[in-house]
């Protein structure tokens, strides 16, 4: 069964840490809350900067903190990753093709077990 994340998770670390959006917002060397509050109600992506610092306020990787956004750039890469593993896969299998194969089966599992079987 696929869990259902919300496209992060700012808000309930930042109450978790008993921050006000004003105080993120200073920790992140923005002008206001209102940024902070745009990232939180997912009207805005932020930048990478931004990203990594609220991996430093949080004391989580970027990947939970955007849990929702994350799954969903992961599965356009695994996508893109199965098309060119097809197109590696037609190549004469060569010790720098069959490396490139067995990232490719590793990004289309998410790092996890091998999918080439599913192809």
Known sequence: ?????????LKAHRKRLALFQ???AYLLGVESGTQTSRYERFSRI???????AYEAIFGQPAAELFAGL???VQKRVAARAKTLYRNVASR??????LRKRQSLEQIMAGHGKSTAKKL
């Open 92 to 97: 004469p299998p060569t010790a720098q093709n």
């Open 46 to 52: 932020p930048g990478l900067e931004t990203v990594l």
């Open 70 to 72: 994350y799954k969903e």
């Open 1 to 9: 069964m696929a869990s259902s994340h919300l496209p992060n998770y």
């Open 22 to 24: 004003d105080e993120v």
